[in-house]
């Protein structure tokens, strides 16, 4: 790597991660925790030649999205829980209309107002579609500064290459904590992008139309089948950490910050002799189903852990479905958690029943 | 059917070609299709079909895209100024514009609208005050009128219970970013002479990136308001008019 | 001598053009159109009236009526 590291917040690395990435719109509403990236982008943005705008609300943030991403320009908005949820509108009709951007939701503790601290209890509305409507977004979830940096260049390539809106799913925790990260060659915008659906205004072509309106008898259906096929095609793009499953007995299963505190507990209680291993999704949709039904079919048991009361659990329990089951050890919000508090929980699965 | 005379004839009136040469869905005495012809007029007047993008609106006017042959995004329901502003911030040479109803501009959609032309996003907005939520079949919109009976004020809309009209074009001028805010009608050949005038100081405010332009046209739901089409029109004039009045509420090529 | 023509699959008899004719000329025929509206006519006893001064089809809102004026020298050109 020739780029310089630098020293940067999770949520400073999105907002660097998305101006090298080629994302020239940037549309947002203040809210905690996730400030720093409206903040930087402001003067960043158009310091590359992009457009930078401060929303009246995170209804207005998310339709300025989608109109930019109907031009087939690189655009992401960022927000934090209660925001996201009054994005939904506009993801749904972004997916109904099969339009790429990037939303980034630096969760925070709920529901309702909350608190600011960090939470995974967006999880549900974030891989099962989290407005009306059926369709899915693509959902990545980092741990580290690097994969905010990384995964927001994912991001912009999975929206583009499925046309359909993709979430980065961070917390409190990954967007506020500071670490090194290493920067990567900044992408050339591609003219070319998005050629074949963007609106450019018509010129010489035939009008274009995005909508996600279908009243003609079988269009919806027809539409709602092809966005299913485009669902199932993203399966694809699964991600996942795998810490030291093979020879593990028990797999701990986890995301975001919490795979990472986890994998500290997991890495101490294997110092002391116990056979544990750790499943770190980093897509959260599509979920890593695959393998973790392969580590069941292996005889594996898992405990799944969570800074919520329970929602990533249902798709582990479904994963591994007839085969295995998982335990569960929750995280209140409100509580920033440490190791050890994962250790006797881990201890008490790796036991057994 | 009239037979061609013998005499030298030219033809005076068409359709513009942007306009699509189709039946339109619209209820017998709809002014949407007047107003839609003036948009297409105006576009190619101003040599701009080629480089527009059209944002549609909720509402009977969501077809907008079967009769201007634009590039189109359809927009959430009240969203079209948000839609817009992310359009012009993503191709700052295209024209854009959105066309939003009453309902959908007035109501559900005000912080859109009130922001993009705050900000003053070059961007121009046709806006059709019917006073009545047409798709969904006649409820109280924010711009019926003190009396007007709905399907869902039917006693008529009070003020006491419901509030008054809003009326925006005069809200809208009141904003810094806002080049041009106008009313107008299409009732009649008059008014419709200076709705045409209106609607292209609207459009030329976002060629010339002046600011944010805004024009609100008065017009008929027959269906609805429960009145034949003539009656509807004569009640653009005996009640609209005087509770909305025409006029030019802000130009800013006139305020040196 | 000036003329209109409606075209009657477009026409939905709304009437607003018979409304705005300076010269009264228009009025319901007793025909309907395949989608069922009455549409509108131009009087046949009146029609040499027709000035083609293109109200009818400005309030049009199905922008159904094309309009023809005639063109006597180029005298006079303004409405």
């Known amino acids: ?353 | 059917m009239s037979s061609i005379p013998e005499i030298k004839e030219e033809l005076v009136f068409d359709r513009p070609k942007v306009l699509a040469d189709v039946p339109s869905h619209y209820c017998p005495g709809c002014q949407h299709g007047v107003i839609h012809r003036m948009v297409a007029e105006c576009l190619e007047e101003f040599g701009l079909v080629e480089k527009t993008i059209a944002v549609s609106s909720i509402g009977c006017s969501v077809f907008l895209y079967n009769y201007i042959l634009v590039d189109t995004v359809e927009a959430p329901h009240g969203r079209a100024p948000a839609v817009a502003t992310g359009v012009k911030r993503a191709r700052t040479d295209a024209f854009v514009f959105a066309y939003q109803g009453d309902g959908d501009l007035a109501s559900i959609g005000l912080a859109e609208i009130m922001h993009a032309a705050n900000r003053g996003e070059r961007i121009s907005v046709v806006f059709v005050n019917n006073t009545v939520y047409g798709m969904t079949g006649g409820q109280m919109a924010p711009t019926t009128m003190i009396g007007q009976k709905t399907t869902t004020c039917p006693a008529g809309r009070c003020a006491e219970r419901e509030g008054g009209p809003m009326r925006m074009a005069e809200l809208i001028a009141s904003l810094d970013g806002v080049a041009y805010s106008a009313r107008v009608a299409v009732n009649s050949i008059k008014n419709m002479a200076q709705a045409k005038r209106a609607l292209r100081r609207t459009f030329e405010t976002q060629i010339k990136g002046e600011g944010f332009g805004f024009v609100e046209f008065l017009a008929t739901c027959p269906t609805n308001w429960r009145v034949s089409p003539v009656a509807a029109n004569e009640r653009v004039a005996k009640e609209m008019i005087p509770g909305f009045p025409l006029g030019v509420y802000k130009d800013a090529a006139k305020e040196d | ?79």
């Not at chain 1, 009709?93 to 969760?107: F, H, K, T």
Request: proline share 6%.
């Open chain 3, 1 to 79: 001598m000036s003329r209109i023509v409606i075209d009657e699959e477009r026409c939905k008899g709304c009437l607003l053009c018979a409304q705005v004719c300076p010269k009264a000329i228009i009025a319901a025929s007793s025909r309907f159109n395949a989608k069922g509206y009455k549409v509108a006519e131009v009087l046949e006893a009146e029609k040499e009236k027709c000035t083609g001064c293109a109200a009818c089809a400005q309030m049009c809102p199905d922008v159904a009526i094309k309009v023809w004026r005639s063109v006597k020298s180029k005298a006079k050109e303004n409405d």
């Open chain 1, 1 to 353: 790597m020739s780029a310089k590291r630098v020293f940067i917040k999770g949520n400073e690395a999105i907002g660097q991660g998305a101006l090298a990435a080629g994302c020239r719109c940037y549309f947002g509403y203040p809210i905690t925790p996730q400030n720093d990236i409206p903040e930087m982008l402001s003067s960043a943005m158009p310091a590359a030649g992009g457009q930078f705008v401060q929303a009246e609300s995170e209804v207005a943030a998310a339709n300025m999205l989608l109109g930019a991403a109907a031009c087939g320009v690189r655009a992401m908005t960022t927000s934090s829980s209660p925001g996201v949820s009054l994005m939904q509108e506009a993801i749904s009709y972004m997916a109904g209309s099969e339009l790429p951007g990037v939303i980034v939701n630096m969760n925070r503790g709920g529901p309702g107002l909350g608190d600011i601290g960090p939470s995974q209890g967006d999880y549900f509305q974030s891989v099962k579609g989290g407005g009306h409507g059926d369709y899915r977004t693509l959902t990545l979830a980092p741990a580290t500064c690097q994969e905010c940096y990384d995964l927001t260049f994912t991001a912009f390539e999975l929206a583009y290459k499925y046309r359909n809106p993709v979430l980065i799913l961070g917390d409190a925790i990954v967007g506020q904590m500071k670490e090194p990260v290493t920067p990567r060659e900044p992408l050339p915008i591609d003219p070319a992008e998005g050629g074949d659906w963007k609106l450019t205004g018509r010129g010489e072509r035939a009008p274009r139309l995005l909508k996600s309106l279908f009243l003609e008898d079988g269009a919806l259906a027809g539409q709602n089948r092809l966005l299913q096929k485009k669902y199932e095609a993203m399966r694809a793009e699964v991600l996942y950490e795998d810490f030291e499953t093979a020879a593990a007995d028990l797999v701990v299963v986890a995301y975001g910050s919490i795979g990472r505190i986890a994998k500290t507990a997991v890495r101490a209680l294997r110092d002391a002799g116990l056979k544990i291993g750790l499943l770190r999704p980093i897509t959260l949709y599509p979920f890593p189903e695959e393998a973790l039904r392969a580590l069941a079919a292996a005889g594996k048991r898992f405990l799944t852990i969570e800074h919520n009361l329970g929602q990533m659990v249902d798709d582990v329990r479904l994963a591994v479905r007839g085969l295995a089951d998982s335990d569960f050890y929750g995280v209140f919000p409100g509580n920033l958690p440490t190791p050890d508090e994962f250790v006797e929980p881990i201890r008490a699965a790796a036991k057994g029943a």
